[in-house]
């Protein structure tokens, strides 16, 4: 049964087992020069859905071979098994020339039918064109398939065939110049008395409007009448979730012209109602709508209903005949008239009329306070509608929530956020009551105005949540996936429908019984490739434009995943920058401009302070405590002056304190001891190091340090063996190696040329020597106590190369990881490759190490695309989504909780990512 409805299901995404009909054509009669009948009057009346093919070979090589779509499908065991049916069966085909000449002459169509209770089955049918060939159908069969059997129904001949490898025997019959095909012979009779007996889709008034607007270059057209589906759908779709009336009575037929592209699959056409049956679409007959919502909701919003009004009261009447040729008036009127009663207020004169354009229901995937299961994702919902009159709504919405709150003899709730105030209209039942069953998700009916919306939730945190996105530009129009889906639906339309198939994967599920839910769990990996879907309903000229498009795009990331992303006053210089406040424990964002200007961002993207510094930061940024009382501060330093700033933004008194001479490299800061006795270590341009105090003072003992060449990088610090060791590198790689007060520690008994992206470590991998680092022809280079270097290579790497040494792979033991050019490369004390990586362009960027989870990671920025892409002992992770950046970026957790963020700059914004597997 299972796989039966996968056949069904993707009929018309792959025209499945379109080749069996191929292969039949040989039961072609000879000489046949009777006119034959219209293809579609032997399409069953209660056929659910069925394909009409213009050239059946050729769509067969578009649909199975030409897209990714069928190749992932094939990916699912029941699925594949069809896959090697059609081309077992097309190999067959194209044995004969003249079978293949009558496939690419012949129309055909593929008629899902129900066979008998719950069951549904195909009925293949091929048009014969006249002829004069003769073929001998019975040698071939006996040749390649298996002996046949004839017997007749209604004096028509009828045969069957047990194909090789398949338990189900074919049945078929050349009837009237069509040939009829299927695994179930109650099909082939039911077509035999659509020809002879039953009344031809061409008397069917709504099938003939919509045949009349397909496209006749379509690769295949796609009909759908919804009184016949709703009994295909009976045993698929959970009933408690969305009832059959309300798919049987949603139109009456559609037509969809199939447009196949590698991983796109796109189908539209137009559907029309029965005006004298009571069908759903018909109430939106008036202008479609622009679709203006996804400005105000969520980046992360994956399920979307929006119905488009240009006049909600008109749809209201043709909704309540709707709902009065459906027996279902009789409810609507009771739950309205209940409200109105219990609580003094005239709904349909008072609230329909400042409805607008919009009405719809918005699912966020990872709401506020939920894990993003399908019952979070409806306790979650949102519930919206566009006011006519922003004013007068909310006086309306205010005042109707403080009465309720009086009539419940309890205070009304009201909670500011960010300026706007939530409140509570504690009528459960409202959404249901006056816009439809389609919102029964919303009970707790907490709302808040913005723009021109009126936004309700189940749940304040859910409000919170889309005012902080809508705060921060973080919309769902401003999400990149939904930018990019979105250029392929109209901008307008009456009724839309999308679903991020990937982040409501579960959620979708809760919809399908057993056991279609555990199919779709067992197979979520393929299915997840398909990134999303859209439905789109728009009235045009008495008809309604229909729209479906699916999406597959296996190497979807979701992009800006997590919390904030903001825009400063000018393009950001050097990276950013974490510091804690010391009274929350929390982890501030610094950032500078090329303005010159100083920003502290909080961790929840608002921006607390801005103050101008001299100049542009040329060191890290670090927290000192220069009171000793426990508060710090943060120091860094630009070209000329030492800089000293409290965390609320304000320069320390005497700072900045300008330096004697220009800086050439970045501040070194040492705390020996951990006695807050700080030590501030600068190259100027005269070559030397300079040691400084806390308060910008010169430290007297201490021998400045000259170097051959100038000081761009920082001065690095070591301890073994409870010695101090103080490494100095100059522009060209020459280091110099001294103790505290300046003096020479270690002199090198050779020549070290440093990498310039290297540095020094303590060697914990053996004894070669006290410490490692690389030098410039890439050899890992040790240094010992006494000066002496010893080498070791782990493969040829330039001079530009980085280098890390840490426990890249949690075993207890140092590794060796060097990054260069287009590759990473991680190996252990054994020089065994732990990871490769090659990238698509050169790495020029300073890659980063990090923890998360216990666990040590690098981030390396990709040039070509600026994407961070992150590696752990395993490889990849993170491969499902996308960051972003041009800087190098930082981690730490904001919040100071279980979660980690990535902080990444880019032109003028701060990006904040969560990184979460």
């Not at 093919?53 to 578009?62: D, F, H, L, Q, S």
């Not at 009465?403 to 105030?421: F, G, P, T, W």
């Not at 207890?812 to 050019?821: A, C, E, H, T, Y």
């Not at 989504?881 to 700059?905: A, P, R």
Request: glycine content about 6%; aromatic content about 14%; proline content about 3%.
């Amino acid at each position: 049964m299972v796989s039966g409805f996968w056949k069904y299901v993707y009929i018309f995404l792959a025209a499945a087992l379109v080749g069996t009909v191929g292969f039949f054509t040989y039961r072609y009669i000879e000489s046949y020069n009777g006119p034959s009948a219209p293809i579609l009057n032997s399409i069953p009346p209660d056929a659910a859905f069925f394909l009409e093919i213009e050239k059946p070979e050729n769509a067969i090589a578009t649909l199975l071979q030409d897209t990714e779509i069928w190749k992932e499908l094939n990916n699912i065991p029941e699925i594949g098994e069809i896959d090697n049916e059609i081309r077992q069966l097309d190999s067959l085909i194209h044995l004969d020339e003249t079978t293949v000449n009558i496939l690419g002459q012949s129309q055909m169509v593929l008629a899902v039918c129900p066979v008998d209770s719950g069951r549904f089955g195909v009925l293949y049918v091929v048009s014969l064109p006249s002829s004069r060939q003769k073929l001998s159908v019975q040698d071939f069969i006996r040749k390649h398939a298996g002996s046949i059997h004839h017997y007749n129904y209604k004096e028509i001949e009828l045969s069957r065939v047990n194909l090789k490898n398949n338990k189900t025997d074919l049945h078929f019959s050349e009837y009237k110049g069509l040939l009829l095909l299927s695994f179930h012979e109650k099909l082939i009779k039911k077509g035999i008395d659509r020809l002879d007996y039953g009344n031809s889709l061409g008397t069917d008034a709504s099938f003939k409007k919509v045949q009349t607007t397909a496209g006749k270059n379509a690769l295949a057209r796609f009909y759908l009448k919804f009184s016949a589906f709703s009994g295909f759908t009976a045993n698929i779709l959970d009933k408690n979730k969305l009832s059959l009336n309300s798919i049987s009575g949603f139109a009456d037929w559609v037509e969809l012209d199939v447009v196949s592209k590698p991983r796109q699959l796109l189908l539209n056409g137009f559907g029309v109602v029965n005006d004298s049956v009571a069908q759903y679409l018909g109430c939106f007959a008036q202008e479609p709508q622009q679709v203006i919502v996804p400005e105000i909701l969520p980046y992360d919003v994956s399920l979307l209903l929006d119905l488009g009004f240009a006049d909600f009261e008109s749809y209201l009447k043709k909704y309540t005949d709707y709902l009065y040729g459906t027996g279902q008036l009789e409810k609507f009127d009771k739950d309205l008239i209940s409200i109105n009663k219990k609580y003094g207020v005239k709904l349909q004169k008072q609230f329909f009329p400042l409805v607008g354009s919009e009405v719809g229901m918005a699912l966020p995937a990872r709401p506020a306070g939920g894990l993003g299961s399908g019952k979070d994702m409806e306790r979650n919902c949102y519930v919206f509608f566009k006011a006519k009159d922003i004013k007068k709504t909310v006086a309306f919405m205010d005042g109707l929530a403080s009465k309720v709150s009086r009539k419940h003899k309890k205070n009304l709730y009201e909670k500011e956020h960010n300026e706007y105030v939530i409140r509570k209209l504690d009528i459960p039942e409202f959404a249901t009551a006056v816009f439809g069953p389609w919102f029964s998700c919303m009970k707790g009916n907490y709302f808040i105005t913005i723009k021109d919306y009126v936004v309700m939730a189940n749940k304040p945190s859910a409000l919170i949540h889309l005012i902080d996105a809508f705060y921060l530009q973080k919309t769902l129009s401003g999400n990149y996936n939904f930018q990019v889906f979105s250029d392929n639906i109209s901008e307008s339309s009456n009724i839309l429908f999308y679903c991020n198939t990937r982040k409501s994967f579960d959620y979708m599920r809760t919809f399908w019984n057993e056991p279609y839910s555990k199919l779709m769990k067992e197979n979520s990996n393929s299915l997840k490739s398909f990134e999303a879907f859209a439905i789109q309903f728009s009235y045009v000229n008495n008809m309604f434009y229909t729209n479906f498009y699916l999406k597959y795009n296996p190497e979807f990331k979701e992009v800006n995943p997590s919390n904030w992303e903001v825009a400063l006053d000018a393009k950001i210089i050097g990276k950013p920058h974490l510091l804690r406040n010391f009274k929350t424990g929390n982890l501030n964002v610094l950032v500078a401009d090329e303005l010159n200007n100083l920003y502290c961002i909080d961790p929840d993207g608002m921006v607390k302070w801005k103050t101008p510094i001299p100049e542009a930061i040329q060191s890290d940024v670090f927290p000192v405590d220069y009171y000793k009382n426990d508060k710090l501060q943060f120091l860094f330093n630009t070209e000329n002056y030492l800089c000293l700033y409290d965390v609320n933004g304000n320069q320390v008194e005497g700072f900045p304190h300008k330096l004697i001479a220009k800086a050439t490299n970045g501040l070194s800061v040492f705390d020996y001891g951990n006695s807050k006795k700080y030590r501030l270590l600068l190259g100027l341009e005269d070559n030397r190091i300079y040691n400084y105090s806390i308060d910008g003072k010169l430290v007297e003992g201490w021998k400045k340090i000259k170097a051959r060449s100038t000081v761009t990088f920082s001065v690095e610090h070591l301890v073994s063996n409870k010695k101090d060791y103080i490494f100095v590198v100059d522009d060209k790689g020459q280091v110099i190696i001294t103790n505290r007060r300046g003096e020479v520690r270690v002199r090198l008994r050779k020549k070290l040329i440093r990498a310039k992206n290297s540095r020094f470590y303590k060697n914990e991998t053996n004894r070669k020597g006290i410490f490692i680092t690389t030098n410039n022809k890439g050899k890992l280079t040790y240094v010992s106590a006494s000066g002496k270097l010893k080498y070791t290579g782990f493969g040829d790497f330039s001079p530009e190369h980085f280098f890390f040494y840490d426990d890249f792979d949690g075993d207890g033991s140092k590794d060796f990881i060097f990054v260069d050019k287009d590759r990473l490369m991680v190996f252990n004390k054994f020089k065994k490759v732990l990871l490769r990586h090659q990238f698509n362009s050169e790495i020029i960027g300073k890659p980063v190490l990090f923890t998360l989870n216990g666990e040590n990671h690098i981030g390396i920025i990709e040039p070509s695309s600026n994407e961070v892409l992150i590696f752990n002992k395993s490889g990849r992770a993170f491969a499902q989504q996308k960051f972003t950046g041009e800087t190098i970026f930082v981690t730490g957790s904001l919040n100071n909780n279980s979660k980690t963020n990535l902080i990444i700059c880019s032109g003028d914004k701060v990006m904040n990512y969560l990184l979460e597997e």
